[in-house]
């Protein structure tokens, strides 16, 4: 278990003591007043981080060791960090004094040294870099790790966990520090394109997971990575103080700036938030989350949320010597194996209540206090700080990395946590030091004696309100957490002068492509090719920006592109492939939640500009009016609650922000990149536009065959050939060309060309028609892939869910880190085909809808941790059902996008009063909706249970799953979520739910009975549907059946209700069981 960092048992031999840093003239022999002076004061620290810190830094690359005794040839890039910091935030002390003796450029030039050290070393691996944008996994990351003296390559990827995004984000985000005070450490073109290609790999950090500041990923320490809600909030404040950033400082030009897609680092703001206050799934508070919500990174905007996730660590990780990382850590306990990488399962049992403490995370709180004017906390911490400390042999205070439990005190600490004396690591002894504990200690103790201010080693004001926080000059945008009651700029352009001249008999004025002239109109796609060209570097073999989407808030903005003025239609407007972009009620959806987004995350000086882009083909039969009644309501200035200004495109620029693409200005030799403007249709300027009259959805009668498919399943290939020409129904064409890409394959000639050819065509002509199954069997047949499925999927796993895959009652597959679209599209085409080809398709459509929900109403997906596609589709099925009543319900697979879509909404709002409690329970099971504490009380009742809980043929074993989680983390609730997958009934697993609930109140009221046996769910549910029958026989005169629908339509609650009943069973389970005796037993005689 070994991490590298750790202290050795051996010594090494002492260095001297001011080995490497030139040591300027003694400051006794300089002339000052009486008392102690501001040089005097200066004196001692530069006496201290001489001897403490800068003696150890190497000589050839300027980095830190890990271990400060000779053998030790690693340096750590976090730990390097805070040691650049340290001198960095001394030297800005010493530029209070006019002859400081060359202290200030020596400090300086020590942490610029071990900044560039870093670079040194990153720069080595650009390869990695590259591979990494492409797929960012453990194996082909950055090292953390380097020598100390060549900036080699140590420790491979299979011996240690180098996948850490807090320590990448951390060296940007001091970067930008440091340069804004001043210091020059960035020296060419090379370097600013390797800086920005860091900047691509850390701008998806919400959507990879990694190892965290411990370096063990997952709590169990087993090798697996986890979303950290510290690495994902380190990247959002390195991205906000780089944006727009002139890495030549003062000295810079255009080609010196840096880039960052805003719509990725709104992406990483929005999933810090709904991963805070946890950590990750396994862990559900870390000292880890200190750095990120206070200093250096101050990545937590909301104060409540600030405040909820400070308490939390306090609560549970503040102990008499420092703070535990987290609970359960075996980190250099005295029960840890040191000889393993990892642990085994329920081992981290062991560790519980003897984790070591760290006074390391006292000093991050003291300069918490100190940033936040909170004297209080500063004082109560260097209480608690101040005899945690040794002294050096030169009465330096040193700083123990932590305080253990020695083995013989073990057993004892387990039994009454905090009552044994505790020992520090040997940091401190025989010249060890914990060169991260001594360098933030410098840094605290600056602080706290006023040599230098917040704003001094925050020069780019990370912890000053959001309100009040730096705006880089406007030639660059800048994402500043700015709050602005946003009016956003709307210009309408009309595809064709033709379709210009109609929409103006409305009422409604738009422009054209031509006459918005010189500025040109481009899709998106266009500013991702543009992009392209960012940071290319030939001599490092870096390719530039990787082709990712621009989202809304990118396409709000105009560009300054080789001398042209550009602006971007939004990615709702691009003609798609998949046929949702044909339903026009969605895309004016689209168009409203856009604004939404817009107004909700806009944050720079400036209005946003959004482009509306009418086509023809918006206004053709039904769809006109939907969008002539959207069109007048931006004529209004309001769209769904959102504040539109609409006007010329010439007149709206003036208020908007600028982004200059300088980086496209290509030596003379190298050939101008080309690019495509979205160009106006030529028609006839007084010809009509065509509007045939169409219904609103086709009838059910059109979208079903005329034929039994059935009947044709034996018949030849030749006579099903016949009929295709014979037919005239898309239906039974979809039908007969499944056929024959089944038998003959997707290479096989018809008429129309292969059989794929003819299955595009029925798709097209279907789509014009809306015959919706019709294009859904199509469009599975044809392997369509909507767009955006990969982001829609992580935006359900940052809010702390997993998504599952496949139809109802078959085989499931589990989604719990991002996957690229390729992947998705193989889960949902092999898990779906084989059952129901349509569902493949409208499995993708729920993905993507369930991203934007939960994304902008989480609280509708409340109670449900496992988000199972086929099992949401089953529910609206079912819900079309309840509408119908008496009459056949409507075929899913026949509404359209927007109509699937409103009845997702419909489901997932919680349920009416006036329903059956059948059909609730048959609506909440489908949803695996569980109530309020429901994980929570489990735990309770397996702590009361030894020999597990069996349901469905699924057994929870009490152990190892108590040594081995806790009951707040969201492993042990997925675990719990495991167990009850295999339920195929949905209203049976609801009846399971309220079970449990029931079990567990039963157990809290009487605190002295337990299961001596298997809880075996299924079984009591049955003994409780047998009394159920009973008490019906005799009360109503009713037959016996082994059919339990009137059981799932009885209220849970009142005489005779469910509850009842599975508490008697319940009851009767424990009581065959023993009763454990208790000392207040009221029954007892004697």
């Not at 890990?66 to 910091?85: G, H, P, S």
């Not at 769809?623 to 609409?646: C, E, I, T, W, Y």
């Not at 998504?803 to 109802?808: D, I, K, N, R, Y």
């Not at 889960?827 to 409208?842: G, T």
């Amino acid at each position: 278990m070994s991490r590298f960092g750790d202290e050795s048992p051996s010594s090494g031999p002492n260095q001297a003591r001011y080995g490497s840093v030139y040591e300027p003239l003694k400051s006794i022999n300089l002339l000052r007043q009486d008392g102690e002076t501001l040089w005097d004061k200066l004196d001692k620290y530069y006496s201290a981080i001489k001897s403490t810190v800068l003696n150890y830094q190497s000589p050839t690359t300027g980095l830190f060791p890990i271990k400060t005794f000779a053998e030790c040839n690693e340096a750590k890039v976090r730990d390097n960090l805070y040691c650049a910091a340290s001198s960095w935030a001394l030297a800005l002390a010493y530029r209070r004094i006019d002859d400081d003796k060359g202290r200030t450029h020596e400090l300086e030039h020590c942490a610029i040294k071990c900044m560039r050290g870093i670079l040194y070393c990153y720069m080595r691996q650009a390869d990695k870099v590259e591979q990494f944008k492409q797929d960012p996994s453990p194996s082909k990351c950055l090292h953390s790790v380097f020598n100390i003296h060549t900036g080699d390559e140590v420790l491979t990827y299979d011996i240690y966990c180098h996948l850490q995004i807090d320590s990448l984000s951390l060296f940007l985000l001091y970067l930008v520090e440091m340069i804004s005070s001043g210091l020059q450490i960035i020296y060419n073109t090379d370097e600013v394109a390797f800086i920005q290609n860091l900047v691509f790999c850390v701008e998806r950090a919400y959507r990879v997971p990694d190892f965290g500041m411990w370096e063990r990923g997952s709590k169990y320490n087993n090798g697996s990575t986890e979303l950290h809600s510290s690495s994902v909030g380190l990247a959002k404040a390195a991205l906000e103080a780089i944006n727009g950033f002139n890495l030549f400082g003062n000295q810079g030009c255009s080609w010196s700036v840096i880039f960052v897609d805003i719509d990725a680092h709104n992406r990483n703001r929005q999933t810090l938030c709904s991963l805070l206050p946890r950590e990750s799934r396994s862990h559900n508070t870390d000292a880890a989350l200190l750095p990120c919500i206070s200093y250096p990174a101050f990545a937590v905007d909301d104060d409540a949320l600030y405040n909820q996730t400070l308490d939390k660590i306090v609560r549970k990780l503040k102990g008499k010597y420092g703070f535990k990382r987290f609970l359960r850590d075996g980190y250099r306990t005295a029960r840890e194996d040191k000889n393993r990488l990892f642990y085994k399962p329920a081992e981290i049992k062991l560790f519980d209540g003897i984790e070591c403490e760290f006074p390391l995370f006292y000093i991050f709180m003291i300069i918490d206090g100190v940033f936040r004017g909170n004297s209080e906390q500063v004082k109560e911490y260097q209480i608690l700080l101040e005899p945690v400390l040794f002294q050096s042999y030169e009465g330096h205070a040193v700083v123990p990395k932590y305080y253990y439990v020695p083995a013989d005190f073990v057993e004892a600490e387990q039994k009454n946590h905090g009552s044994q004396k505790r020992f520090s690591s040997n940091s401190g002894r025989d010249g060890k030091l914990f060169l991260w504990g001594q360098s933030l200690y410098i840094i605290a103790k600056l602080l706290v004696d006023g040599l230098i201010s917040p704003r001094d080693i925050d020069p780019v004001r990370r912890y000053v309100p959001p309100e009040d926080q730096r705006n880089v000059s406007m030639r660059y945008s800048n994402q500043g957490p700015l709050e602005n009651d946003v009016v956003i700029h709307v210009a309408l352009i009309a595809e064709s002068q033709r379709l210009q001249v109609f929409l103006n008999t409305y009422g409604i004025q738009t422009q054209t492509p031509q006459q918005v002239e010189p500025i040109q109109i481009w899709p998106q796609q266009e500013l991702v090719k543009a992009y392209r060209h960012l940071a290319a570097n030939q001599k490092l073999g870096l390719s530039g920006r990787p082709e990712r989407p621009v989202g809304c808030i990118g396409t709000s903005k105009i560009y300054r592109i080789l001398g042209k003025t550009v602006v971007c239609y939004p990615i709702v407007f691009d003609l798609s492939d998949f046929y949702m972009s044909q339903d026009v009620m969605l895309l004016i959806d689209d168009i409203k939640n856009a604004l939404q987004f817009i107004k909700q995350y806009w944050k720079m000086h400036g209005r946003p500009l959004f482009l509306v882009l009418i086509r023809e083909d918006n206004i053709r039969g039904s769809r006109f009016n939907p969008v002539l009644d959207m069109l007048a309501s931006f004529k209004q200035g309001n769209v769904g609650g959102v504040k539109v200004h609409v006007d010329r495109l010439q007149t709206l620029i003036s208020g908007a922000v600028v982004e200059q693409l300088d980086f496209l200005r290509v030596h003379e030799s190298e050939e101008l990149p080309q690019f495509k403007s979205f160009e106006e249709l030529e028609l006839p300027k007084h010809s009509k536009v065509k509007r045939q009259t169409s219904t609103p959805n086709a009838s059910d009668l059109e979208q079903q065959p005329e034929i039994n498919i059935n009947d044709w399943k034996q018949t030849s290939t030749f006579e099903i050939l016949q009929k295709l020409d014979d037919c005239s129904c898309l239906a039974s064409q979809a039908l007969l060309a499944n056929l024959l890409l089944k038998r003959e394959g997707p290479d096989f000639y018809t008429k129309e060309g292969t059989v794929m050819d003819l299955l595009e065509r029925i798709y097209r002509r279907a789509g014009t028609r809306k015959l919706w199954s019709v294009v859904r069997l199509a469009a599975s047949l044809l392997g369509k892939l909507v767009d955006s499925l990969a982001p829609s999927i992580t935006n359900v796993l940052v809010q702390g869910k997993q998504v599952t895959l496949g139809v109802f009652s078959h085989e499931e597959e589990v989604i719990c880190n991002p996957l690229s679209p390729g992947v998705i599209k193989d889960i949902i085409y092999s898990k779906c085909n084989p059952y129901c080809e349509r569902e493949a398709v409208v499995q993708q459509e729920l993905v993507i809808h369930i991203g934007w929900i939960i994304s902008n109403s989480p609280e509708l997906f409340s109670g449900m941790l496992k988000i199972r596609v086929g099992w949401i589709i089953h529910a609206m099925k079912h819900e079309l059902k309840i509408r119908a009543g008496d009459m056949p319900a409507q075929d899913l697979y026949q509404l359209s996008p927007s109509e699937i879509k409103q009845l997702l909404l419909d489901v997932l709002q919680p349920q009416h009063q006036g329903r059956c409690w059948l059909n609730r329970r048959q609506i909440d099971g489908s949803l695996n909706r569980t109530p309020l504490g429901f994980y929570d009380r489990l735990w309770q009742i397996l702590e009361r249970t030894p020999n597990g809980i069996m349901v469905a043929g699924t057994h929870l074993p009490q152990q190892p799953t108590l040594s081995d989680m806790t009951m707040y983390e969201m492993n042990f609730s997925l675990l719990v979520e495991d167990m009850l997958k295999n339920i195929v009934q949905p209203e049976y697993r609801q009846i399971i739910v309220e079970l449990l609930m029931v079990v567990s109140i039963v157990l809290e009221r009487n605190p002295e009975l337990e299961f001596q046996d298997k809880v075996d769910l299924d079984k009591l549910v049955k003994e409780a549907f047998n009394d159920f029958q009973r008490d019906r026989i005799k009360l109503e005169g009713m037959e016996k059946t082994d059919e339990m629908t009137a059981f799932y339509n009885t209220p849970p609650l009142g005489k005779r209700g469910t509850s009842s009943y599975l508490a008697k069973s319940v009851m009767v389970a424990l009581l065959e069981g023993e009763v454990k005796p208790s000392n207040d037993d009221p029954c007892t005689v004697s």
